[in-house]
């Protein structure tokens, strides 16, 4: 499985974007795909994932701004990032694992290469 991320870019603070994450080398229809990110000087944390099921888990630092979806026809998971904070600055990666991942549990088994959100005041 090959993820490409794309959507990133410079946004103000209160602001939104929508990160794409497009999977391809096969189908991902029963795997679990997450959003985690990597802010600068610190450690790559879980940002949300979603079940081939529907259901959904969001780290609380997001929860209520971030929604997580995903078109299995498209092979492609979004993130859609409303309220944007200066702290949400971060590179943000796409992970995809062909089983239920539950929480704590954040072992993936592809990622992709990253897409760079900043956020300014």
């Known amino acids: 499985v090959r993820l490409v991320e794309s959507g990133g870019g410079l946004v103000q603070a209160g602001g939104f974007l929508i990160l794409s994450c497009a999977a391809s080398g096969r189908s991902y229809s029963r795997y679990t795909m997450a959003w985690f990110r990597q802010a600068p000087g610190k450690e790559r944390e879980f940002v949300a994932h979603i079940y081939w099921i529907g259901g959904t888990n969001y780290a609380d630092s997001v929860k209520g701004r971030f929604t997580i979806s995903r078109d299995d026809a498209k092979n492609t998971v979004f993130l859609r990032m409303n309220s944007l904070k200066l702290e949400d600055t971060a590179v943000y990666y796409c992970?995809?694992?062909?089983?239920?991942?539950?929480?704590?549990?954040?072992?993936?088994?592809?990622w992709g290469q990253g897409t760079l959100v900043t956020v300014s005041s």
């Open positions: 992970a995809a694992a062909p089983r239920f991942v539950v929480l704590p549990d954040v072992k993936y088994d592809y």
